[in-house]
């Protein structure tokens, strides 16, 4: 089983549109979680970090569920802009070392 | 300016030769990150440094050397490239003392490497 898994689409939704990916992650004792944007040949932007309590940016909202292992991003009103990958990472560990573990990517195609 | 700056962005060379992907960041951070990326395989980690006398080997590291040369510089070096080192590699910086105490990574913007 991998550490990071993510289904990688790709997702094609309609703007305005409401979509969710999934990431799941094999190391119980992971301790911080990211869900990162790529664009196409680009760098890897720092979307937002994934909280306990889940967290909200504007249309961007991101939960995690430690019981079954898992962190969720949910986009509504979905934008052209938006067109991306989706990276999941985690950060398996709990003092020391520092290293993260990257998904493969969801990719995501808004249709006007 | 960017704050991480990767030189350079494009480079093709041939098998057998010694090439240096340098990076710098203007960040002020401690630790940087050199990773690889493939189409299908995600980001993996080649290698990490903590500071200038900290060098750790990632998950792949075999083929590759890096050099810290100042908090702000973190160089990778191919000794003798080979074609199936052809990817997309960024460079990382992080530093846990922002961003609630979580250390975040912030990347550079890549550079794409072809081995023929």
């Known amino acids: 089983r991998k550490e990071v898994e993510q289904d990688p689409g790709p997702f094609n939704v309609p703007e305005g549109a409401t979509v969710a990916f999934n990431c799941t992650y094999s190391?119980?004792?992971?301790?911080?979680f990211f869900w990162y944007r790529q664009d196409c040949r680009k760098e890897p932007k720092l979307l937002m970090s994934?909280?306990?309590s889940g967290n909200e940016d504007g249309r961007f909202t991101a939960q995690l569920n430690r019981a079954s292992q898992y962190i969720s991003l949910l986009i509504r009103d979905s934008k052209l802009s938006d067109s991306a990958t989706y990276l999941c990472?985690?950060?398996?560990?709990?003092?020391?070392?520092?290293?993260?573990?990257f998904g493969t990517g969801t990719r995501l195609k808004v249709l006007a | 300016d960017a704050d991480v700056t990767q030189t350079p962005r494009n480079r093709i060379t041939k098998t057998g030769k010694r090439i240096m992907l340098e990076c710098s960041q203007t960040?002020?951070?401690?630790?940087m990150y050199w990773y690889r990326q493939d189409p299908g395989l995600g980001l993996r980690l080649i290698y990490y440094?903590?500071?200038?006398?900290?060098?750790n080997k990632g998950e792949i590291s075999d083929g590759y050397s890096v050099s810290r040369q100042a908090q702000a510089k973190f160089s990778l070096s191919l000794e003798s490239a080979i074609p199936n080192q052809t990817a997309l590699y960024f460079c990382?910086?992080?530093?846990?003392?922002?961003?609630?105490?979580?250390?975040?990574?912030?990347f550079g913007p890549g550079t794409r490497l072809t081995v023929l």
């Open positions: 190391n119980s004792a992971s301790q911080s």
């Open positions: 440094s903590f500071d200038v006398k900290d060098i």
């Open positions: 990472v985690v950060n398996p560990s709990t003092s020391g070392t520092y290293k993260y573990i």
């Open positions: 994934v909280y306990s």
């Open positions: 960040k002020g951070h401690d630790r």
């Open positions: 990382a910086t992080s530093d846990r003392r922002g961003s609630g105490g979580v250390d975040t990574q912030y």
